[in-house]
């Protein structure tokens, strides 16, 4: 500790400390160690004037130094050398019949001893785990035969100690330069290419929608943009890996630097006729972002990151159930405003129940109580749990039920597929907990016979919920159709009087056709869901099925703010046409004008959502969370890669829920509506010769109606460029404190926690667009037709 009181730093008094060893049997030192046994370029300091020169060690010396000392081998691991000053003295030798070894004698045979443990150490690193030690492998070898060499001729001691510590001090020396090695210049470059994506999103979020005077988006050019400078970016870096331009990065890093840089200046230099470049975000946009701001920064704090389960949890609140409360009082209409607080309530609950489900960090000692767990040292579920498992598995689909039921569009296969199939894979999943929680507990007496019994159910049941889980998210669903029920009704009206002659034409009303993509797109999601379900151990389940609910209630909130916007829209345009006397605009082209968004609160709620159902689901940004067992999931034994993939959709199931269900803001109560610019085109006129109506406003020109597409991306982008300034300032952290005492236990965990969240979401976001949503797309059209669009 220094003067100040910083203890957690890399200065000198801040890694340094006085070393007393005692003993009460017999003097540690006997005769005075001789200069030729020390290395007095790195044993001695020069300290100030009061202390002077002063003797020094290494903290892990002192390991191989009292293991010999008590008479037990040296930890395979440890690349420490022993303290001299410790062994040389006389002792009595292991030869028949016993004589007694001089010092320097008692000192070489200390240092061979260490020199095999090293030598054991190396050879078994080299052959198995890992090759980064193999080039300087011959070197370090002839260093210890050297050493062997000298140990065997008489007279010769004091030249193979030396050998022996030249040996151990090159063996350490080459393994700090590999793994204890910092690259500040690396690290600055990934903070800067992190930036610069951070940037370059932000520029690709302003040129998503094409423009009145554009026949195609801007994204178009800034992508042919960013190719090019990849291109050119590919070839520098090519040549400055062959000139070694920078030495110390490999070959494969130059041409990755290189590309990513060329494609972010090549994106963030070009501008697109007439497109503005950036767009500043405005004082509301800024302070919704303050929450996620905030809970980066807090990042560099070691205390924070350690409690940071429990701080979500106040961060979501103030981010998005406060402003939702406060706006509910403000909103004209009390069916609005009313539905608002429900949800509201609702979700607020969901979160305050899912915190309750908590695992303890080593760093939080004993003010943390373990309640995901049995007890603080079982890996089995609490009592109560198990009690609520199969009553979960039934009721469950009565909720999607009840959310659908809210748009009238729990109809066609919904029935069949909410509540039989997805019933019976939450009951799959359910009875592999169980049984597994009957053969966890020995005091339950079983017969031999029971337990293979059971162990042959628990893998029937998982396999049985993953071949369900898999075909009810790819074949059946794309079979079934569409959530909807056809009614035929008549066509007359009152208000409209028959004609004399005139025949009834029936009409068909078609119940459920208002959120026909949410309908379809949620049976994909609730199918995923079980996969999830399965893998997670029943306390997670139950947080997953209130992350569920949760999900579909801010689903509600962004559509009910949607709602609310669109009404005081309405209210605006009302007091602005009686005020200029004009004509009301067509109903159907205010339609198409419509572009349903998502609320910024509502995507800062999803983010912060996926952290409550890490934590909630038994995890924390440290290796000892990795729930294991859920690599044995429909497994007989552990397998290379599925028990891997198993324990990842584990450890990571509230994110990826998340991730599948940022489509629903979207497309929830999102109908289709009719493509006028493919109803009103002639036969034999192509997409590029469709007129343009000139008494028509620019902004109903038919390429700047938004697709479903367009709006998806700009979401996707936002949510992601959310984890992207969390890991920006995580990368930062992690710089600036890459000497601090904790940075292996808790600063680096957490980086590589979101280094990873932000790939899944990356994977995600392509999933769904490419697959799920498309498909959707498909379903609808073979329903109604190609002039339906969304």
């Given at each position: 500790?220094?003067?100040?009181?910083?203890?957690?730093?890399?200065?000198?008094?801040?890694?340094?400390?006085a070393l007393w060893m005692y003993s009460k049997t017999h003097p540690l030192v006997?005769?005075?160690?001789?200069?030729?046994?020390?290395?007095?370029?790195?044993?001695?300091?020069e300290l100030e004037a009061s202390i002077g020169r002063t003797r020094t060690v290494?903290?892990?010396?002192?390991?191989?130094?009292?293991?010999?000392?008590?008479?037990?081998?040296?930890?395979?691991?440890?690349?420490?050398?022993?303290?001299?000053?410790?062994?040389?003295?006389?002792?009595?030798?292991?030869?028949?019949?016993?004589?007694?070894?001089?010092?320097?004698?008692?000192?070489?045979?200390?240092?061979?001893?260490?020199?095999?443990?090293?030598?054991?150490?190396?050879?078994?690193?080299?052959?198995?785990?890992?090759?980064?030690?193999?080039?300087?492998?011959?070197?370090?070898?002839?260093?210890?035969?050297?050493?062997?060499?000298?140990?065997?001729?008489?007279?010769?001691?004091?030249?193979?100690?030396?050998?022996?510590?030249?040996?151990?001090?090159?063996?350490?020396?080459?393994?700090?330069?590999?793994?204890?090695?910092?690259?500040?210049?690396?690290?600055?470059?990934?903070?800067?290419?992190?930036?610069?994506?951070?940037?370059?999103?932000?520029?690709?979020?302003?040129?998503?929608?094409?423009?009145?005077?554009?026949?195609?988006?801007?994204?178009?050019?800034?992508?042919?943009?960013?190719?090019?400078?990849?291109?050119?970016?590919?070839?520098?870096?090519?040549?400055?890996?062959?000139?070694?331009?920078?030495?110390?990065?490999?070959?494969?890093?130059?041409?990755?630097?290189?590309?990513?840089?060329?494609?972010?200046?090549?994106?963030?230099?070009?501008?697109?006729?007439?497109?503005?470049?950036?767009?500043?975000?405005?004082?509301?946009?800024?302070?919704?972002?303050?929450?996620?701001?905030?809970?980066?920064?807090?990042?560099?704090?070691?205390?924070?990151?350690?409690?940071?389960?429990?701080?979500?949890?106040?961060?979501?609140?103030?981010?998005?159930?406060?402003?939702?409360?406060?706006?509910?009082?403000?909103?004209?209409?009390?069916?609005?405003?009313?539905?608002?607080?429900?949800?509201?309530?609702?979700?607020?609950?969901?979160?305050?129940?899912?915190?309750?489900?908590?695992?303890?960090?080593?760093?939080?000692?004993?003010?943390?109580?373990?309640?995901?767990?049995?007890?603080?040292?079982?890996?089995?579920?609490?009592?109560?749990?198990?009690?609520?498992?199969?009553?979960?598995?039934?009721?469950?689909?009565?909720?999607?039920?009840?959310?659908?039921?809210?748009?009238?569009?729990?109809?066609?296969?919904?029935?069949?597929?909410?509540?039989?199939?997805?019933?019976?894979?939450?009951?799959?999943?359910?009875?592999?907990?169980?049984?597994?929680?009957?053969?966890?507990?020995?005091?339950?007496?079983?017969?031999?016979?029971?337990?293979?019994?059971?162990?042959?159910?628990?893998?029937?049941?998982?396999?049985?919920?993953?071949?369900?889980?898999?075909?009810?998210?790819?074949?059946?669903?794309?079979?079934?159709?569409?959530?909807?029920?056809?009614?035929?009704?008549?066509?007359?009206?009152?208000?409209?009087?028959?004609?004399?002659?005139?025949?009834?034409?029936?009409?068909?009303?078609?119940?459920?056709?208002?959120?026909?993509?949410?309908?379809?797109?949620?049976?994909?999601?609730?199918?995923?869901?079980?996969?999830?379900?399965?893998?997670?151990?029943?306390?997670?389940?139950?947080?997953?099925?209130?992350?569920?609910?949760?999900?579909?209630?801010?689903?509600?909130?962004?559509?009910?703010?949607?709602?609310?916007?669109?009404?005081?829209?309405?209210?605006?345009?009302?007091?602005?046409?009686?005020?200029?006397?004009?004509?009301?605009?067509?109903?159907?082209?205010?339609?198409?004008?419509?572009?349903?968004?998502?609320?910024?609160?509502?995507?800062?709620?999803?983010?912060?959502?996926?952290?409550?159902?890490?934590?909630?689901?038994?995890?924390?940004?440290?290796?000892?969370?990795?729930?294991?067992?859920?690599?044995?999931?429909?497994?007989?034994?552990?397998?290379?890669?599925?028990?891997?993939?198993?324990?990842?959709?584990?450890?990571?199931?509230?994110?990826?829920?998340?991730?599948?269900?940022?489509?629903?803001?979207?497309?929830?109560?999102?109908?289709?509506?009719?493509?006028?610019?493919?109803?009103?085109?002639?036969?034999?006129?192509?997409?590029?010769?469709?007129?343009?109506?000139?008494?028509?406003?620019?902004?109903?020109?038919?390429?700047?109606?938004?697709?479903?597409?367009?709006?998806?991306?700009?979401?996707?982008?936002?949510?992601?460029?959310?984890?992207?300034?969390?890991?920006?300032?995580?990368?930062?952290?992690?710089?600036?404190?890459?000497?601090?005492?904790?940075?292996?236990?808790?600063?680096?965990?957490?980086?590589m926690l979101h280094s990873i969240l932000l790939l899944l979401l990356d994977f995600?976001?392509?999933?769904?667009?490419?697959?799920?949503?498309?498909?959707?797309?498909?379903?609808?059209?073979?329903?109604?037709?190609?002039?339906?669009?969304?």
């Amino acid at each position: 500790m220094d003067s100040k009181g910083d203890h957690g730093g890399d200065s000198f008094l801040e890694v340094s400390t006085a070393l007393w060893m005692y003993s009460k049997t017999h003097p540690l030192v006997q005769d005075p160690l001789p200069s030729w046994a020390l290395d007095h370029h790195q044993s001695f300091l020069e300290l100030e004037a009061s202390i002077g020169r002063t003797r020094t060690v290494s903290q892990i010396d002192l390991v191989p130094t009292l293991s010999l000392m008590l008479g037990l081998p040296i930890p395979f691991s440890n690349l420490g050398m022993i303290i001299p000053e410790f062994f040389f003295q006389t002792t009595p030798s292991n030869s028949d019949p016993p004589s007694l070894l001089s010092p320097t004698q008692s000192l070489l045979q200390s240092a061979s001893l260490n020199s095999q443990q090293l030598w054991t150490f190396l050879n078994h690193h080299t052959s198995t785990s890992s090759h980064d030690l193999n080039q300087h492998l011959p070197h370090l070898t002839r260093l210890y035969q050297r050493a062997l060499e000298l140990s065997q001729l008489p007279g010769h001691e004091e030249q193979a100690f030396q050998a022996h510590r030249t040996f151990a001090t090159s063996l350490l020396a080459t393994s700090r330069k590999i793994w204890a090695k910092f690259e500040p210049n690396l690290m600055i470059i990934g903070i800067l290419l992190m930036l610069l994506s951070l940037l370059v999103s932000s520029k690709l979020l302003s040129s998503i929608s094409p423009t009145p005077t554009t026949q195609t988006p801007p994204v178009r050019a800034l992508l042919l943009a960013g190719l090019s400078g990849g291109g050119l970016g590919l070839l520098i870096g090519g040549v400055s890996a062959w000139i070694k331009l920078f030495p110390e990065i490999v070959a494969t890093s130059n041409l990755l630097i290189g590309t990513a840089l060329g494609i972010s200046l090549g994106i963030l230099s070009f501008q697109p006729n007439h497109h503005p470049t950036f767009s500043i975000p405005s004082f509301t946009t800024l302070f919704k972002l303050f929450p996620v701001i905030l809970h980066g920064l807090g990042l560099g704090s070691n205390s924070y990151t350690i409690w940071e389960d429990r701080v979500v949890l106040h961060l979501i609140s103030i981010s998005l159930f406060l402003p939702l409360v406060i706006r509910a009082f403000s909103v004209p209409k009390p069916a609005l405003r009313n539905r608002l607080l429900f949800f509201a309530s609702l979700f607020a609950l969901c979160l305050r129940l899912i915190s309750l489900s908590t695992v303890c960090r080593e760093e939080q000692g004993g003010e943390c109580r373990v309640t995901f767990y049995g007890s603080t040292t079982s890996s089995n579920a609490p009592n109560w749990v198990m009690s609520l498992s199969i009553p979960l598995a039934i009721g469950l689909p009565i909720l999607p039920a009840w959310f659908l039921g809210i748009s009238d569009s729990y109809r066609g296969p919904a029935s069949f597929f909410f509540g039989v199939l997805w019933r019976l894979i939450l009951l799959c999943g359910s009875q592999y907990w169980i049984t597994d929680y009957i053969l966890s507990h020995q005091d339950l007496h079983l017969s031999s016979q029971l337990i293979e019994t059971a162990q042959s159910v628990k893998l029937l049941v998982a396999r049985v919920a993953f071949f369900l889980c898999l075909f009810a998210a790819s074949l059946l669903w794309i079979i079934l159709p569409v959530c909807i029920d056809v009614k035929r009704v008549d066509s007359e009206s009152e208000s409209e009087p028959k004609e004399k002659g005139e025949n009834k034409k029936p009409k068909l009303l078609v119940i459920g056709f208002a959120n026909v993509y949410g309908s379809s797109y949620l049976m994909f999601l609730v199918a995923c869901f079980g996969i999830l379900f399965l893998v997670t151990q029943p306390v997670g389940q139950v947080v997953l099925s209130l992350g569920l609910v949760a999900i579909l209630c801010l689903v509600e909130l962004n559509d009910t703010l949607n709602d609310i916007d669109s009404l005081c829209e309405s209210y605006q345009k009302a007091i602005e046409t009686v005020a200029v006397t004009q004509k009301p605009k067509d109903e159907e082209e205010s339609r198409i004008r419509k572009v349903p968004s998502t609320d910024l609160n509502i995507l800062v709620g999803f983010y912060f959502l996926g952290y409550m159902l890490f934590f909630g689901t038994g995890h924390q940004a440290t290796f000892a969370s990795i729930q294991w067992k859920a690599g044995f999931v429909g497994l007989p034994q552990a397998h290379l890669l599925w028990s891997a993939v198993l324990v990842f959709l584990n450890s990571f199931a509230g994110f990826i829920l998340v991730g599948l269900a940022l489509p629903l803001l979207q497309i929830w109560n999102l109908s289709p509506i009719i493509n006028l610019t493919d109803r009103n085109k002639k036969p034999d006129q192509d997409d590029n010769q469709q007129p343009l109506d000139q008494t028509q406003s620019p902004d109903l020109h038919p390429q700047v109606v938004r697709s479903l597409d367009t709006q998806l991306l700009e979401t996707q982008l936002i949510f992601i460029n959310l984890f992207g300034i969390n890991l920006l300032l995580n990368m930062v952290f992690v710089l600036v404190l890459r000497r601090h005492l904790m940075v292996w236990k808790i600063f680096s965990p957490r980086f590589m926690l979101h280094s990873i969240l932000l790939l899944l979401l990356d994977f995600l976001a392509v999933l769904v667009t490419v697959w799920p949503l498309q498909a959707v797309k498909i379903k609808v059209n073979q329903t109604f037709g190609t002039q339906f669009f969304a």
